[in-house]
């Protein structure tokens, strides 16, 4: 089986497919199609692999591809050393991961001058030959024979000897995997704090004296332990138990060597087999599993990173409304900005009804009038510092429209991001002669009206869902928050004629420069009237045509179907659709009865399958459907504005904003998320809290413990005679994630604790894996 048949069948393996509908997906991909093409447009090509699958297999895919370049890297160097045996070739060949080929490669690899190495020079090497081969001899005896000029005493001779079985001992690929899964099964994480770091680390006090399973870690608190001990605050440790441990590891590395008795040479070697695991194979495995567990850790930090951000992302927007922005302030007073329905600024302004100017009146006119004069329809209001306050504000001034008038709906946003938005080069861009503080109004209300359209002017890893995101690999998590804003653009679908480049640059085959080439274009031109004139852009070939039209929408263009998912290849499939029913495709679209009446194998042809049939049914059904949730808002109860105001058994209403691997944090409208631990969650056990809640679920919340002094809420889900876990999911909320201001600074407050048994108190002790730590 060559190379790329084994890797076809391994990632088979890995993601529930056939071998043959992964080669059809890679041969696309190495074509420049991108992953939500290939899920949507390509069906039949790989028999259904949805986006999911497809991302699986595209990282799976560098993974074992660079895995292959390195096999033939160290066959080539061993071959290169006149060592490559038939065996050894095999064991390459059978390598299933990187760790594997390197132990393989260990006693071949080129290395630095070791004790070893001289002690061969020294001609030690057949009497650790002849200790092996005769253990009935006492080695002290058979060392005498070889003191020369260099090894001038038996003891030399012997340690010589015992360099040399121990540097083979620490190259035996069959011995180090057997040692690497007796450690996994079998060690400990331990950490201690640094003499005379206590009162500098005291944030990560919970992990000054702790131990814990290795293979069992949580990310959040490897995480800590990782960054405790990067800052010296700790020192970490990975090891069996010392009772048993060193025994059995001793055994194991016996087992290797051979020894069954109890002859001269064998207790000889018992003593090397111990002293190898203590002053040797122990550190490297403690290494390796250190290693092991980093990755494993950032893996899983960098998927609920990733989790939580799609949810951000498709979260429900608010749609084409004239909404006013507000970003709370005390002394330098509240930003205000007028979006239109567009999402296009009509007026800004600062209002100053707090400290040191306590100009309500004047702030009250001054909100009243962008209201009446824009026919303001919502009105967002930034999350941070003084949020309540300025909603309350809000609440009195709009108490004073006429009775007739139909007020404007107060709606709390997240703020994240918003800060970095607004002294971005983008936003310079956008609103070159606006204030700074002023661009993050502006950002508020658009992100009300449309999350993904606003999110995506803000670098994935500043929006603030993750957890540690500073500590892993930043690579890794970018590429993966990537491939998160890629998705989430490409399902919900791009207005060809009103996205900014910062969003176009997502859809799939375009890109940075070929976004701003449209927008270029747009406005030279004017709007497009069809998909077909986007051939026109400079830079923009057919490639780029098939991987982006279909995800572009024209609403009342020269083309129909422009405005719908239906890609442009498969028109004459749609025209035939609507000419077996006899009508205008105008009238036909949206016909949810005649359309379902048909029967999508009659349309199927060589070139479209089934799968494409159906979709362009669907799309027909409801063109153009966005397929994120109804807007719907969190209401805060009034009088609870503080962390003071909390009472245990309050009934609360909150949104979710962030999901870790130990439970969800609620904002329910007192500048401090809640913890809902994820042992109460439901009346259920929960594993994993995303089968419960997710980022921006409005949810009904009881507060079970509140601590003032440090800063925390515990909060249950628990049905305790109220409403049951179903019913308190009410349904996804609007506000993006917690980031920016309030929900910032509780996530860089909140002090790294070690896991507690029992209630509320190990939920909160459990919160240590707040963002920006």
């Given at each position: 089986?060559d190379?790329s048949a084994q890797?076809f069948?391994t990632?088979?393996?890995e993601i529930?497919?056939?071998?043959?509908?992964?080669?059809?997906?890679?041969g696309?991909?190495d074509?420049?199609?991108t992953?939500p093409?290939v899920a949507?447009?390509?069906?039949?090509?790989?028999g259904?692999l949805?986006?999911?699958q497809?991302?699986?297999?595209?990282?799976?895919?560098?993974?074992?591809?660079e895995?292959?370049d390195?096999?033939?890297?160290?066959?080539?160097?061993?071959?290169?050393?006149?060592?490559?045996?038939d065996?050894l070739?095999?064991?390459?060949?059978?390598?299933?991961?990187?760790a594997?080929?390197e132990?393989?490669?260990?006693?071949?690899?080129?290395?630095?001058?070791?004790?070893?190495?001289?002690?061969?020079?020294?001609g030690?090497?057949?009497?650790?030959?002849?200790?092996?081969?005769?253990?009935?001899?006492?080695?002290?005896?058979?060392?005498?024979?070889?003191?020369?000029d260099t090894?001038?005493t038996?003891?030399?001779a012997?340690?010589?000897?015992?360099?040399?079985?121990?540097?083979r001992?620490?190259?035996?690929?069959?011995?180090?995997?057997?040692?690497?899964?007796?450690?996994?099964?079998?060690?400990?994480?331990?950490?201690?704090?640094?003499?005379?770091?206590?009162?500098?680390?005291?944030?990560f006090?919970?992990?000054?004296?702790?131990?814990?399973?290795?293979?069992?870690v949580?990310?959040h608190?490897?995480?800590?332990?990782?960054?405790?001990?990067k800052?010296?605050?700790?020192?970490?440790?990975?090891?069996?138990?010392?009772?048993?441990?060193?025994?059995?590891?001793?055994?194991?590395?016996?087992?290797?060597i051979g020894i069954?008795?109890?002859?001269?040479?064998?207790?000889?070697?018992?003593?090397?087999?111990?002293w190898t695991?203590?002053?040797?194979?122990?550190?490297?495995?403690?290494?390796?599993?250190?290693?092991?567990l980093?990755?494993?850790?950032q893996?899983?930090?960098?998927?609920?990173?990733?989790?939580?951000?799609?949810?951000?992302?498709l979260?429900?927007p608010?749609?084409?409304?004239?909404?006013?922005?507000?970003?709370?302030g005390?002394?330098?007073?509240v930003?205000?900005?007028?979006?239109?329905?567009?999402?296009?600024?009509?007026?800004?302004?600062?209002?100053?009804?707090?400290?040191p100017?306590?100009?309500?009146?004047?702030?009250?006119a001054?909100?009243?009038?962008?209201v009446?004069?824009h026919?303001?329809e919502?009105?967002?209001?930034?999350?941070?510092?003084?949020?309540r306050?300025?909603?309350r504000?809000?609440?009195?001034?709009?108490?004073?429209?006429?009775?007739e008038?139909?007020?404007p709906?107060?709606?709390?946003?997240?703020?994240?991001?918003?800060?970095?938005?607004?002294a971005?080069?983008?936003?310079?861009?956008?609103?070159p002669e606006?204030?700074?503080?002023?661009?993050?109004a502006?950002?508020?209300?658009?992100?009300?009206?449309?999350?993904?359209?606003e999110?995506?002017?803000i670098?994935?890893?500043?929006?603030?869902v993750?957890q540690?995101?500073?500590d892993?690999?930043?690579?890794?998590l970018?590429?993966?928050l990537?491939?998160?804003?890629?998705d989430a653009?490409?399902a919900?679908?791009?207005?060809?004629?009103?996205?900014?480049?910062?969003?176009?640059?997502?859809?799939?085959?375009?890109?940075?420069?070929?976004?701003?080439?449209?927008?270029e274009?747009?406005?030279?031109?004017?709007?497009?009237?069809?998909?077909?004139?986007?051939?026109?852009v400079?830079r923009?070939?057919?490639?780029?045509?098939?991987?982006?039209?279909?995800?572009?929408?024209?609403?009342?263009?020269?083309?129909?179907?422009?405005?719908s998912?239906?890609?442009?290849?498969?028109?004459?499939?749609?025209?035939?659709?609507?000419?077996?029913?006899?009508?205008?495709?105008?009238?036909?679209?949206g016909d949810t009865?005649?359309?379902?009446?048909?029967?999508?194998?009659?349309?199927?042809?060589?070139?479209?399958?089934?799968?494409?049939?159906?979709?362009?049914l669907?799309?027909?059904?409801?063109?153009?459907?966005?397929?994120?949730?109804?807007?719907?808002t969190?209401?805060?109860?009034?009088g609870?504005?503080?962390?003071?105001?909390l009472?245990?058994g309050?009934?609360?209403?909150?949104?979710?904003?962030?999901?870790a691997?130990?439970?969800?944090f609620?904002?329910?409208?007192?500048?401090?998320?809640g913890?809902v631990?994820v042992?109460?969650?439901a009346?259920?056990?929960?594993?994993?809290p995303h089968?419960?809640?997710?980022?921006?679920?409005?949810?009904r919340?009881?507060?079970v413990?509140?601590?003032?002094?440090?800063?925390?809420i515990?909060?249950?889900?628990k049905?305790?005679?109220?409403?049951s876990?179903?019913?308190?999911?009410?349904?996804?909320?609007?506000?993006p994630?917690?980031?920016?201001?309030?929900?910032a600074?509780k996530?860089?407050?909140?002090?790294?604790?070690?896991?507690?048994?029992g209630g509320?108190?190990?939920?909160?002790?459990?919160?240590m894996?707040?963002?920006?730590?």
């Open positions: 089986m190379t890797i069948e990632i088979a393996g529930g497919a056939q071998p043959k509908q992964v080669a059809a997906a890679v696309l991909l074509e420049g199609a992953v093409f949507r447009y390509r069906k039949e090509v790989t259904g949805d986006d999911t497809l991302r699986k297999l595209s990282e799976r895919l560098v993974y074992l591809r895995m292959e390195r096999r033939k890297a160290i066959v080539d160097s061993i071959k290169s050393q006149g060592k490559l045996t065996e070739a095999r064991s390459l060949a059978l390598a299933k991961t990187k594997e080929l132990d393989i490669y260990l006693p071949y690899k080129p290395k630095r001058r070791t004790k070893a190495m001289i002690a061969r020079e020294n030690l090497e057949p009497l650790i030959d002849g200790i092996l081969a005769d253990r009935a001899a006492v080695p002290e005896a058979l060392a005498a024979g070889y003191i020369t090894v001038k038996v003891k030399e012997l340690d010589g000897a015992r360099d040399i079985l121990m540097e001992l620490a190259e035996n690929a069959a011995l180090l995997g057997e040692l690497r899964a007796f450690m996994k099964a079998e060690a400990f994480l331990t950490s201690k704090v640094v003499a005379g770091q206590e009162e500098k680390g005291a944030k006090s919970d992990y000054f004296d702790h131990r814990e399973p290795w293979a069992s949580p990310s608190r490897a995480l800590a332990m990782l960054r405790a001990s800052e010296e605050v700790v020192s970490l440790d990975i090891a069996p138990d010392p009772e048993t441990g060193p025994a059995r590891a001793g055994q194991i590395i016996a087992n290797t069954s008795g109890a002859a001269p040479g064998d207790k000889w070697l018992r003593a090397v087999a111990d695991w203590r002053v040797k194979l122990s550190i490297t495995m403690m290494i390796d599993l250190l290693g092991d980093r990755a494993r850790a893996d899983e930090a960098i998927a609920v990173f990733a989790r939580n951000l799609r949810d951000l992302l979260a429900a608010a749609g084409s409304r004239p909404i006013l922005g507000l970003d709370p005390i002394r330098t007073g930003k205000a900005a007028v979006v239109d329905s567009t999402g296009k600024l009509l007026a800004t302004d600062t209002l100053y009804p707090f400290q100017k306590n100009d309500v009146r004047g702030a009250q001054s909100l009243l009038r962008l009446t004069q026919n303001v919502l009105i967002a209001i930034g999350n941070g510092t003084a949020s306050e300025t909603e504000f809000v609440a009195d001034a709009l108490s004073l429209l006429p009775k008038a139909k007020a709906t107060k709606v709390i946003v997240s703020e994240a991001g918003a800060s970095v938005y607004s971005s080069e983008l936003a310079a861009k956008e609103f606006l204030d700074v503080s002023l661009r993050g502006v950002s508020i209300a658009r992100r009300l009206q449309d999350p993904l359209a999110l995506v002017k670098e994935p890893k500043s929006i603030g993750g540690y995101q500073h892993v690999d930043q690579y890794q970018g590429r993966s990537g491939a998160v804003v890629e653009v490409n919900v679908g791009v207005d060809l004629n009103t996205a900014s480049a910062p969003l176009l640059a997502y859809v799939s085959g375009l890109g940075t420069s070929l976004a701003e080439a449209i927008v274009h747009r406005h030279a031109n004017g709007a497009f009237r069809s998909r077909q004139e986007l051939l026109k400079s923009l070939g057919p490639k780029a045509f098939q991987q982006s039209a279909g995800f572009l929408r024209i609403r009342d263009g020269e083309e129909p179907l422009d405005a998912a239906v890609h442009p290849e498969a028109y004459g499939v749609a025209r035939r659709i609507v000419e077996s029913c006899g009508r205008d495709i105008r009238s036909l679209m009865a005649k359309l379902r009446a048909l029967k999508p194998q009659d349309f199927v042809s060589e070139a479209f399958g089934l799968p494409t049939v159906k979709d362009i669907a799309e027909l059904e409801k063109p153009g459907r966005d397929p994120r949730p109804s807007f719907k969190a209401t805060f109860t009034d609870v504005e503080t962390i003071k105001d009472k245990p309050m009934q609360l209403e909150g949104t979710v904003t962030n999901v691997a130990f439970g969800a609620v904002d329910i409208g007192v500048h401090q998320d913890l631990h042992s109460q969650l009346d259920r056990f929960v594993k994993d089968e419960v809640v997710k980022a921006g679920d409005i949810v919340v009881r507060v413990e509140v601590d003032v002094a440090r800063n925390r515990g909060l249950t889900m049905k305790d005679g109220g409403e876990a179903r019913e308190q999911r009410l349904a996804r909320g609007t506000q994630d917690p980031k920016g201001s309030r929900q600074a996530y860089g407050s909140s002090k790294p604790q070690a896991p507690a048994q509320l108190g190990a939920a909160l002790l459990e919160a894996q707040r963002k920006g730590r």
